[in-house]
């Protein structure tokens, strides 16, 4: 199993154990601003009902992108991680 594949394992877990499902979840991401890394998570929480937010870093190399959205499941949340994994310099927080 690949440390990828144990990490979304292990969350799923812990999702189950500590949340109530449906629930609001918290999604907190970091991308550069060197291409249009902003733009793709935005388009791949498309068609979702979600709040967003967005802070720029100080020297703008940098977007803080927040999405809150209410998920049924604990298999949601790990799909919504899948949709961004492949977005280039992305960091989940």
Partial sequence: MSKKETFYKDLKVKLEENTRFPSDYLYKF???????????VEEAFQGKKITLSKKASRNGKYVSVSIKINVKNADEVIQNYHAVENIEGLISL
Avoid: L
């Avoid at 970091?30 to 793709?40: A, S």
């Fill in 30 to 40: 970091i991308v550069p601003t060197t291409k249009n890394q902003e733009k793709e």
